[in-house]
């Protein structure tokens, strides 16, 4: 911690945080707007779906953003448009989905802070401590917790339309904070021309890492996003009590990931992903043969959530280790793959709901993408270990 800069992961971790609570902002508040335009399952699947998926796309463009005019620049750029897209929500009173689907898409600008908190924290530090510092930043998951537990809160007693602006007050105070405290690593890699950013897409590994965050993240912001309808719908639970639920399992899986990085750090973010995977579709195969039990699916997407947590952080002690000098297009690219994978399991579950009458078929392919995620890891660790994880190459753990 003392090679690194506090002020500025501070900074990262508070952006990343409330970005991540109003990028999710239409999950919590999902079951009101659904009952004031009389929405479908698959439509409240996709309204839920819209940012994570407008996320995805945004973080390439801020991931090379950052590596031309910097991650606190391109930070305060993203929070002066999201606060603006807010202030239009509050003001224009939203009465149709396709205003909805139009506010989801300036709300995955802040999904796509995660495209710039990252490498903001990230270039601060060495090898060997990434996974903490990377954990500590990407903590701000955490922000999709604070969705949860206020949001339904404060649409039963102010209305949906008002959370909106409500919001602004603690967006704009960490706009404050981020624009004293934050500062630019000294080391920065030179800019380079936007082609050289599309030559990563011929590495292999770039793909994979896309693939493994593609679960681990994918599963945490889509469980976020939908676990509030999820609990209404199927169990009949009150919004505000399904936003407490929800709150509990997203703080579970946030709050891992520093200790998910850390334990990549000692053991190697290999050993760890293996473990994740597998919990992943343990747990996931859980809420599948528990869809009837209130109690025991809420245990296994705690666990699930804790185990997609400990994977996020493992994937970022891993990628800086393969990709240190092209970080921030690799955040951005891997960040996407994490978004679109999101964007597949809330929607797959208004899907599955509409047409099959329950959740079980969503829940259960994303459990088989677990299964594969391990063994796409188990095809890839002989040669990652030998060749730039080689302890002749780097001092960190792989």
């Not at 750029?77 to 149709?96: D, E, R």
Request: hydrophobic share 55%; with cysteine; aromatic share 14%.
């Amino acid at each position: 911690m003392k090679a690194g800069h506090a002020p500025t992961l501070f900074s990262a971790f508070l952006y990343f945080d409330m970005s991540f609570m109003v990028w999710v902002i239409l999950g919590p508040l999902g079951v009101y707007i659904a009952d004031d335009l009389g929405l479908t399952p698959s439509q409240k699947g996709l309204m839920v779906a819209v940012p994570v998926l407008s996320g995805a796309i945004l973080r390439i463009f801020l991931g090379l953003l950052v590596d031309k005019i910097g991650a606190k620049r391109t930070g305060q750029i993203g929070q002066v448009v999201v606060m603006a897209a807010l202030a239009w929500a509050y003001l224009a009173h939203l009465s149709t989905l396709p205003q909805v689907f139009l506010m989801g898409i300036f709300l995955g600008i802040a999904g796509a802070a995660f495209a710039v908190a990252l490498p903001l924290a990230s270039r601060w530090y060495p090898p060997e401590a990434q996974g903490l510092a990377m954990g500590i930043a990407g903590a701000g998951n955490s922000g999709t917790a604070l969705s949860a537990l206020f949001g339904p809160v404060l649409a039963q007693h102010f209305g949906w339309q008002t959370v909106f602006g409500l919001v602004l007050i603690p967006l704009f105070l960490t706009f404050i904070t981020y624009s004293l405290l934050a500062k630019e690593s000294p080391d920065i890699p030179p800019p380079k021309k936007w082609t050289q950013y599309l030559a990563v897409l011929r590495d292999a590994d770039t793909w994979w890492f896309m693939f493994f965050y593609c679960v681990t993240f994918g599963g945490f912001v889509g469980l976020s996003s939908s676990l509030v309808i999820y609990f209404n719908s199927q169990f009949g639970v009150n919004p505000v009590i399904a936003g407490y639920l929800t709150a509990a399992c997203v703080f579970a899986g946030s709050f891992v990931r520093p200790i998910g990085g850390r334990l990549a750090d000692q053991i190697g973010g290999i050993r760890s992903l293996q473990t994740v995977y597998i919990a992943v579709a343990v747990t996931l195969g859980g809420v599948v043969l528990a869809s009837e039990q209130l109690a025991l699916s809420l245990v296994c997407f705690i666990l699930a959530m804790i185990a997609l947590g400990m994977g996020n952080g493992a994937v970022f002690q891993l990628i800086p280790q393969r990709f240190r000098k092209e970080i921030g297009v690799l955040t951005g690219l891997v960040g996407m793959a994490g978004g679109v994978g999101g964007f597949y399991l809330a929607t797959s579950l208004g899907f599955s709901r509409q047409y099959t009458g329950d959740y079980r078929l969503g829940f259960g392919i994303f459990a088989a993408m677990g299964i594969l995620a391990f063994f796409g890891l188990q095809g890839v660790k002989r040669r990652w270990r030998s060749t730039w994880g080689s302890p002749l190459v780097t001092a960190a753990k792989v």
